[in-house]
């Protein structure tokens, strides 16, 4: 047997490669969860499996494991991977890049004539993103619990689809992958992903070894008012939901950010229900998207969001719902893992700092079961979320030989 290596070769071409599935005019990429370009990547990703002789498998919720046997296949495997879905206006690395990584470290194998004491699985999970159809990370949340929520059945995506009917046809797009059980034993979870902030572009550190994930809530708001003449009803009269989803946000832009540093607070999708230009607007919806290390001030900050916009709502003669339709606790990653990412690191002679996630991960899930850990790359500007998202095919590389070195690393102890 060789020494494991990455092609590096390979790996950038097999970027680009999925980079086209999907394609943006801006460089970007569309690959919604369960979308027709989804299943592609996905029978992409299959394909080029069986080309070296690992076996697809698929379990309920069509998350995609792609198995390279080991000496003794009866013992739980290690997964390393990421997902293949995107944003409607995603980047071509975000997600990508650990799964296409996770899949060289399995060729990498194959080419040294590795023979590791269990089997390594590459898994794309489903639906991390949460952008066609919410919650994110449905995929890996499903496996950690072993078994997919009852309401997800009836859920509906932005375009109207449904999720059970697209779920459906993704799993008999792929008629010979093995069918698996929702939750298996696994050794440990290795996810390789870009870091999606500039903290190692700007300190010029090519390798973060994630700590944890900070906490994300999700909230759906609605402000109901009355609908009524925007050129007869004065000012005394009006149950106006704009006015008061303008007054609750602006005081709450003005207190969350603002007061403390580790906050992140966004409103990402507004709508004014049945608009007219000539009519006080009787309903307004819009999501919140609530981050912060500590569980505690996650409370405290959901507490104060509906306060606020219950005032802002009755000072205007309206009434506020808030609705809870995501929440990821703070996660802190297998200390022991981190130590061997850290050699890993070392014996790679690459720079890394120890940092702490703000986006959310499928690590997160997965944490639950098994021992995990994740390792991020810088990219350009901190950019994501964007079709701009860039990465160096430099450190794109060093990434993957990170993954490669972090696994051997785990079979070895
Ligand atoms: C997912 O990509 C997130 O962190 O929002
Ligand atoms: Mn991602
Ligand atoms: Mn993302
Ligand atoms: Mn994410």
């Not at 379990?59 to 409607?88: T, Y």
């Not at 994501?384 to 696994?407: C, I, R």
Request: include cysteine; hydrophobic fraction near 40%; glycine fraction near 10%.
């Amino acid at each position: 047997m060789s020494e494991p290596r990455i092609d590096a070769e390979r790996f950038l071409g097999r970027l680009d490669a999925f980079a086209r599935i999907g394609a943006t005019p801006k460089g970007g990429v569309n690959r919604q969860a369960l979308s027709p370009e989804d299943r592609r990547a996905r029978r992409l990703l299959a394909e080029l499996g069986q080309a070296r002789g690992f076996g697809p498998g698929q379990d309920a919720i069509a998350n995609l494991f792609i198995r390279r046997e080991g000496k003794d296949n009866s013992r739980p495997r290690v997964l390393i991977g990421s997902h293949l879905d995107s944003q409607l206006t995603g980047g071509r690395f975000d997600g990508a890049l650990g799964t296409l990584a996770a899949f060289e470290v399995l060729e990498a194998l194959e080419d040294a004539g590795a023979e590791t004491p269990f089997p390594v699985e590459a898994v794309a999970w489903t639906n991390e993103e949460g952008s066609h159809y919410q919650p994110g990370c449905m995929g890996s949340m499903a496996f950690a619990s072993g078994s997919i929520p009852e309401q997800w059945t009836s859920l509906r995506g932005h375009d109207g689809s449904l999720f059970a009917d697209e779920l459906q046809a993704t799993l008999e797009a792929l008629p010979e992958a093995a069918t698996r059980p929702l939750g298996f034993p696994i050794a440990a979870y290795l996810e390789l992903h870009i870091e999606q902030g500039p903290s190692l572009e700007s300190e010029n550190i090519p390798i973060g070894i994630v700590e944890g994930i900070q906490g994300t809530r999700w909230l759906e708001v609605e402000i109901t008012g009355q609908s009524a003449h925007a050129g007869t009803t004065a000012l005394g009269l009006r149950r106006d939901a704009m006015a008061a989803a303008v007054r609750g946000l602006d005081r709450l832009y003005a207190e969350i950010m603002p007061r403390d540093a580790r906050a992140r607070f966004t409103v990402g999708r507004l709508a004014v229900e049945r608009g007219a230009v000539n009519a006080i607007p009787e309903k307004i919806c819009f999501t919140i998207d609530l981050r912060h290390p500590e569980s505690a001030v996650l409370d405290r900050l959901e507490t104060f969001i509906r306060s606020t916009l219950a005032e802002a709502a009755a000072g205007c003669g309206c009434a506020s719902t808030l609705r809870r339709t995501f929440d990821m606790p703070p996660t802190v990653f297998s200390s022991l893992l981190l130590e061997r990412l850290n050699e890993a690191a070392d014996s790679l002679g690459l720079a890394s700092k120890s940092m702490l996630s703000g986006a959310f991960h499928d690590a997160l899930f997965v944490n639950r079961v098994a021992p995990t850990a994740m390792i991020f790359v810088p990219c350009r500007d901190g950019l994501s979320h964007n079709e701009a998202e860039y990465v160096e095919p430099d450190q794109a590389v060093a990434g993957a030989q990170m993954l490669l070195a972090s696994t051997l690393t785990v079979l070895d102890n």
